[in-house]
Every structure is written in structure tokens, then in C-alpha cells.
């Protein structure tokens, strides 16, 4: 049964909402617009407002419904990370797309929903206030994984209301996922430092508009 949950959650975590989104109502493959990244912040850049928000829930919910799967089929002794990891994997390198997928933001956040509410809320108010300095997304993406990474180790003694204990496989696999995230956004970080990365258009330091 544990096998089956596992697959089924890397099969969530594949579901290529931008692509299909794109596909089914915009007649786009926004694989071959942009940046060519199948993720929120491309789609927000090809297909416009609506379709970003829309591919940004359901990549979210993909992490969320993935590390929830223990608990609904009651599977018990098995941490429900473990199934968030699999969708993390599975929208990274989704079998329904070629194996070419998105960033692993937005599905890690979904996890973070499912595990620990209170923190998800507190990661999400970070990448809020990160972006509003920035205006980038991918540096505040990046930004935001390693604070993220040290709040897993500082929360439960500075502000236990928000992470009561000390969990080191969620610290272990944020460390992960954050040096995944930085895999994935090398050609961004060459941007950032040429000074051509997009910039979202709000903040300090939005993108003009022309």
C-alpha cells in the first residue's frame, strides 16, 4: 500500500499545470515561451494573470494533496514528508511532461500546507516581504529556501508557537530542496548578476513600465 501512495503521490506532483493549462485554454506550450519553464512564474509571464494564479494553486495543492495521502488512507509509522518528496520529484521531473518540469517553489510549499500549517503561513509571509524588496521572484525563491532552511533549527526556541519542536528530517529536506532550487535557478543567478533578470512589476525595485 505504501508503494502505491508513493507513486500515486509522485504521479500528483507530475500533473504539468502550466503545460496543460496552457494547452487546454490558450492553445500555448509555454515550454516554448519565456523562459521555457513549465512552473507559476512563467505562466504568469506567457498566459497572463489568471492562468499564473490558477497553475499556482494547483501546484501548491499537488504537494498539499501528495503529503496529506498518509493520513487519509490512515497509513500509519511513516512520516507524511516522505510522500511531499515524492511530489517535489515528481513536478520537478514529471513523467507527463518529458521529464522537464518546474522549480519545486511552489509544490514544497504545498507540502509545508499539509505538514505544518503555522509555518507554511510564516514561509509564505517571508517570500511576501522578500518579494516586495526584490521584485524578482527568483531571487526571493532563493532567498526565502535558506531562511527557511534556518528557521527549521530557530523556530522551536525563538517561537515555538509557530514550530513547537525541533523536526530534523523537515531541516534535512529543506536543506535539499534549497539546493535543488538553486540547481534549478543557475541561468537565473547569471541573470541577477548581469542585471537582466525580470523583475515583477511591484515593490522597490519593480519592473517599469514601458
Given at each position: 500500500?505504501?508503494?502505491?501512495?508513493?507513486?500515486?503521490a509522485?504521479?500528483?506532483?507530475?500533473?504539468?499545470?502550466?503545460?496543460?493549462?496552457?494547452?487546454?485554454?490558450?492553445?500555448?506550450?509555454?515550454?516554448?515561451?519565456?523562459?521555457?519553464?513549465t512552473?507559476?512564474?512563467?505562466?504568469?509571464?506567457?498566459?497572463?494573470?489568471?492562468?499564473?494564479?490558477?497553475v499556482?494553486?494547483?501546484?501548491?495543492?499537488?504537494?498539499?494533496?501528495?503529503?496529506?495521502?498518509?493520513?487519509?488512507?490512515?497509513?500509519?509509522?511513516?512520516?507524511?514528508?516522505?510522500?511531499?518528496?515524492?511530489?517535489?520529484?515528481?513536478?520537478?521531473?514529471?513523467?507527463?511532461a518529458?521529464?522537464?518540469?518546474?522549480?519545486?517553489?511552489?509544490?514544497?510549499?504545498?507540502?509545508?500546507?499539509?505538514y505544518?500549517?503555522?509555518?507554511?503561513?510564516?514561509?509564505?509571509?517571508?517570500?511576501?516581504?522578500?518579494?516586495?524588496?526584490?521584485?524578482m521572484?527568483?531571487?526571493?525563491?532563493?532567498?526565502a529556501?535558506?531562511?527557511?532552511?534556518?528557521?527549521?533549527?530557530?523556530l522551536?526556541?525563538?517561537?515555538?508557537?509557530?514550530?513547537?519542536?525541533?523536526?530534523?528530517?523537515?531541516?534535512?529536506?529543506?536543506?535539499?530542496?534549497?539546493?535543488?532550487?538553486?540547481y534549478?535557478?543557475?541561468?537565473?543567478?547569471?541573470?541577477?548578476?548581469?542585471?537582466?533578470?525580470?523583475?515583477?512589476?511591484?515593490?522597490?525595485?519593480?519592473?517599469?513600465?514601458?
Amino acid at each position: 500500500m505504501k508503494i502505491i501512495l508513493f507513486l500515486i503521490a509522485y504521479l500528483l506532483g507530475s500533473i504539468p499545470s502550466g503545460v496543460w493549462i496552457g494547452k487546454l485554454f490558450f492553445k500555448k506550450d509555454i515550454r516554448q515561451f519565456g523562459s521555457g519553464n513549465t512552473g507559476t512564474t512563467n505562466t504568469f509571464r506567457v498566459l497572463g494573470k489568471k492562468a499564473g494564479i490558477i497553475v499556482l494553486l494547483m501546484d501548491i495543492l499537488k504537494g498539499t494533496l501528495a503529503t496529506s495521502l498518509p493520513m487519509i488512507f490512515q497509513i500509519p509509522n511513516i512520516n507524511p514528508l516522505w510522500f511531499g518528496v515524492c511530489a517535489i520529484l515528481g513536478h520537478t521531473f514529471p513523467i507527463f511532461a518529458g521529464f522537464k518540469g518546474g522549480k519545486a517553489v511552489a509544490t514544497s510549499a504545498g507540502m509545508l500546507l499539509a505538514y505544518q500549517p503555522l509555518f507554511f503561513i510564516y514561509s509564505t509571509i517571508l517570500f511576501i516581504i522578500l518579494l516586495f524588496i526584490t521584485s524578482m521572484v527568483s531571487l526571493s525563491s532563493m532567498i526565502a529556501a535558506v531562511l527557511i532552511t534556518l528557521s527549521t533549527i530557530l523556530l522551536p526556541y525563538v517561537a515555538p508557537v509557530i514550530l513547537s519542536k525541533q523536526d530534523w528530517l523537515l531541516t534535512i529536506i529543506a536543506i535539499c530542496v534549497t539546493i535543488f532550487i538553486f540547481y534549478r535557478h543557475k541561468e537565473n543567478i547569471s541573470r541577477i548578476k548581469d542585471g537582466t533578470e525580470s523583475r515583477v512589476p511591484f515593490g522597490l525595485n519593480k519592473q517599469d513600465k514601458k
